[in-house]
């Protein structure tokens, strides 16, 4: 069964940073690409950052650009996604994705970020 628990949500005031991680577990991490979405309040999911298998290649959304990092520890199966420099508009539930095909799209249980003076 494939798992996928995200860690590090909280509370930051604007310009802070935290640390999300997501946990896999259940399949051969390491072979597709990990994704993080956000849904803000009231709004649909957004995609937010990807990497690839080795880790070599990520791409992130134009409003998280210059602030995100999205990392990858294959010993560890896990994927990261440190933010810096948070806005108000960053506020979300963060979730944790796998893609392999339309029968198998693998999603976390998110983790709440919440940037608010």
């Known amino acids: 069964e494939v798992q996928l628990v995200e860690s590090g949500g909280g509370s930051v005031q604007p310009g802070g940073s935290l640390r999300l991680s997501c946990a896999a577990s259940?399949?051969?991490?390491?072979?597709?690409?990990m994704t993080w979405v956000r849904q803000a309040p009231g709004k649909g999911p957004e995609w937010v950052s990807s990497i690839n298998p080795g880790g070599w290649r990520t791409d992130n959304a134009e409003a998280v650009k210059g602030r995100f990092t999205i990392a990858t520890d294959n010993a560890k199966n896990t994927v990261s996604l440190q933010m810096n420099n948070l806005k108000p508009e960053d506020t979300a539930v963060y979730y944790c994705?796998?893609?392999?095909?339309?029968?198998?799209?693998?999603w976390g249980q998110g983790t709440l970020v919440t940037v608010s003076t």
């Open positions: 994705r796998q893609f392999v095909d339309h029968s198998r799209d693998y």
């Open positions: 259940g399949f051969s991490f390491g072979t597709k690409d």
